[in-house]
């Protein structure tokens, strides 16, 4: 399952590691009407179990997150950022991992574990996840991930709350955790992004936005059943 917006630079690379690295994939993708010729070239993608889904009037990441669930059918389902092909070939482990965990998670927090990003972004990623594991008092080391494989039952026990940014797969993680649902992590090295930055931090004023959002979602979700 993949996200989209402006991803017109990598968007085809991660499609086709996903269709090298795992048989049969079916690959659903949320486009939030990007202006940057993102449809058009996954329109021109030549693969019979790719599901393109285009919002016109409706964006955001998490509500494309929970969109593209609805409308993945198989037993297992995954995400991993559009911009993040690199990490694609991780997709295999992950997968055989299921056979004893419910969850399992890419993890730059565990042994073995990496973060190749400017040291900025991996030192605000360090404390956010310091931060949540203290507050949610969670086991989980890189809660902020976000690259994972679940079984699909999972959503019988917790269904992710479509609003925010990446924010809502840390509380997602913690009510799976919380629920009984079995997560293992593998250890993995985040890339320097593609295009050299994020959508979550355009600059440091955004990021410290986003920043706010992510702790208050925290003790929001001490509170939520």
Request: hydrophobic content about 45%; overall charge positive.
């Amino acid at each position: 399952m993949l996200t989209t917006y402006n991803e017109k630079a990598s968007i085809e690379i991660t499609i086709n590691e996903l269709i090298k690295h795992i048989d049969n994939v079916e690959i659903v993708v949320v486009d939030d009407n990007s202006p940057d010729g993102t449809l058009e070239i996954l329109k021109n993608i030549n693969y019979p179990k790719l599901k393109i889904l285009s919002r016109k009037k409706t964006k955001g990441l998490a509500s494309a997150f929970l969109l593209g669930l609805i409308n993945a059918q198989g037993d297992i389902i995954g995400w991993v950022d559009s911009n993040m092909g690199t990490v694609v070939k991780k997709f295999p482990e992950m997968i055989s991992g299921l056979e004893n965990a419910d969850i399992a998670i890419l993890s730059r927090y565990i042994d073995g574990g990496k973060d190749d990003r400017n040291i900025i972004r991996v030192l605000s990623s360090r404390t956010i996840n310091g931060l949540a594991r203290f507050i949610l008092k969670s086991k989980i080391k890189d809660l902020s991930s976000g690259i994972f494989v679940m079984k699909k039952k999972v959503l019988l026990d917790v269904v992710p709350i479509a609003s925010g940014h990446g924010e809502f797969m840390v509380e997602f993680l913690h009510k799976a955790e919380k629920k009984g649902n079995k997560i293992i992590e593998i250890p993995y090295t985040h890339p320097v992004d593609i295009e050299g930055n994020s959508k979550s931090f355009p600059s440091l004023s955004k990021f410290l936005i986003f920043g706010f959002f992510y702790v208050w979602r925290l003790f929001q979700a001490i509170f939520r059943r």
